[in-house]
């Protein structure tokens, strides 16, 4: 089993930068993806940035259009954490962020933020004011 632990939430006027971390501790060779997801009140989970962190393909990573180029992953494999650099945050960023990490999709998946990635941590809040 594998616990997730997100850390730097908060808030942030529109066009500010926040970074959050994920630390991974427990049975962490059993994963080599980690993404970043977010849910705001009322709306669907939606994948945000993910990345791979051992599979050999030197940290390939996923963004959907919504945050390509403001949004940033990243990870330090010798502590186990991936990190998430959000520049130039909008309203419409606000939400709990989420730490999810497991096997990575296989190559061509056409759903990478829908596929099962088994281990998921408790959140952490982000608000983004207008």
């Known amino acids: 089993q594998v616990r997730l632990v997100e850390s730097g939430g908060g808030s942030v006027q529109a066009g500010g930068s926040l970074r959050l971390s994920c630390a991974a501790s427990g049975n962490t060779l059993s994963i080599n993806c980690m993404a970043w997801f977010r849910q705001a009140p009322g709306k669907d989970l939606e994948g945000v940035a993910g990345i791979s962190t051992n599979d050999g393909s030197g940290g390939s990573t996923h963004y959907p259009d919504s945050v390509k180029g403001r949004f940033t992953i990243s990870q330090d494999a010798a502590k186990n954490t991936a990190y998430l650099q959000m520049n130039n945050l909008k309203p419409e960023d606000a939400g709990t962020y989420y730490c999810?990490?497991?096997?990575?999709?296989?190559?061509?998946?056409?759903?990478?933020?829908?596929?099962?990635?088994?281990?998921w941590g408790q959140g952490t809040q982000v608000t983004v004011s207008s």
């Open positions: 999810a990490a497991g096997t990575c999709p296989p190559a061509g998946y056409s759903d990478y933020f829908g596929y099962d990635w088994g281990n």
